[in-house]
């Protein structure tokens, strides 16, 4: 079973910028796929960045690539989404995900976080 949870949500200006945390816990291993995701108001959820646990992969829908970054700290084990020059539109609940194969498809990932709020004003 794997455990994770999101923090660093928060309300911003246009142009602004935030930084998103998911912890893991549990049994993740070192190929595992990551995901942050999100789902706006009335919208389905969809995929936004991602990345392979041990390197090799990383990928970004086009509407945040150049803006966001998706990191990880093994360590810690924490997978960051730095979101820089938010726009209204970036405005959703951001869920973390992991995955036990490569994909951007929100049926295949096993595993959620509970969200975080990111509001985005204009």
């Known amino acids: 079973q794997v455990q994770l949870v999101e923090s660093g949500g928060g309300l911003v200006q246009a142009g602004g910028s935030l930084r998103l945390s998911c912890a893991a816990s549990g049994r993740i291993f070192s190929t595992y796929y990551m995901g942050w995701f999100r789902q706006g108001p009335g919208k389905e959820r969809e995929f936004v960045a991602g990345?392979?646990?041990?390197?090799?992969?990383?990928y970004y829908a086009d509407s945040v690539k150049g803006r966001f970054t998706i990191s990880r700290d093994n360590a810690k084990i924490l997978v960051d989404l730095q979101m820089n020059s938010l726009k209204p539109e970036d405005t959703a609940v951001y869920y973390c995900?992991?995955?036990?194969?490569?994909?951007?498809?929100?049926?295949?990932?096993?595993?959620w976080g509970q969200g975080t709020q990111v509001t985005v004003s204009s």
């Open positions: 990345l392979r646990w041990n390197g090799g992969w990383t």
């Open positions: 995900a992991a995955a036990r194969s490569r994909t951007t498809s929100v049926d295949e990932y096993d595993y």
